[in-house]
């Protein structure tokens, strides 16, 4: 290895490398989970409906972790306090609680709204907190998806939380 404050790799990589064993475990154990309910739970009610839910999931997962082990790492500055303060700084190390937050306030969000508007709702504000998005751009992003996958489930036939007003 060089000594070279250019070449240094930060520990985002060494947390990326975290990040994608632990989402790659977690979609391994949400398909073996999925594949379960298919497969010896087929005769209880919802049981298919639920493992593939879980499959289609863990497909979703595993897509989006293989995509973004496909990008690459990222490397420090030529020199200076940058270099080690990491390319977030210390505001960066609350960035996980907030998105833990964001999600657990999802969870809460479906008890009592419809799917639809709990995935827009928590879709809007986690990308235009942690994206460089204009609000425009926020917004529909995050209508479209929360909308496509409503439709989408709907079309598969997945029960999902309908609570209030309804699209589908």
């Known amino acids: 290895m060089t000594s070279d404050p250019a070449l240094k790799i930060l520990p985002s990589s060494r947390s990326k490398t975290i990040e994608?064993?632990?989402l790659g475990l977690v979609a391994i154990v949400v398909?073996?989970?999925?594949y379960r309910f298919v497969?010896?739970?087929?005769?209880s009610i919802g049981a298919?409906?639920?493992?593939?839910y879980l499959?289609?999931?863990?497909g979703l997962l595993a897509a989006l972790t293989s995509a973004y082990a496909l990008q690459p790492a990222r490397r420090a500055p030529a020199a200076g306090p940058e270099a080690e303060a990491g390319d977030e700084g210390r505001a960066g190390r609350h960035k996980p609680w907030i998105g833990l937050g964001l999600f657990f306030g999802y969870v809460v969000l479906l008890g009592y709204v419809?799917?639809?508007?709990?995935?827009?709702?928590?879709?809007?504000?986690?990308?235009k907190y942690f994206g460089?998005?204009?609000t425009v751009t926020v917004l529909v992003v995050a209508a479209a998806v929360a909308l496509g996958s409503a439709y989408l489930w709907q079309v598969l036939g997945v029960a999902m939380?309908?609570?209030g007003f309804s699209f589908f």
């Not at 398909?31 to 999925?34: C, I, L, P, R, S």
């Open 132 to 134: 460089q998005y204009r």
């Open 39 to 43: 497969t010896t739970l087929s005769g």
């Open 55 to 58: 499959l289609l999931l863990a």
């Open 161 to 163: 939380p309908r609570n």
């Open 31 to 34: 398909f073996a989970e999925g």
């Open 20 to 22: 994608l064993v632990l």
């Open 114 to 127: 419809d799917y639809a508007i709990a995935t827009f709702a928590f879709l809007a504000a986690y990308l």
């Open 48 to 52: 298919a409906e639920a493992g593939t």
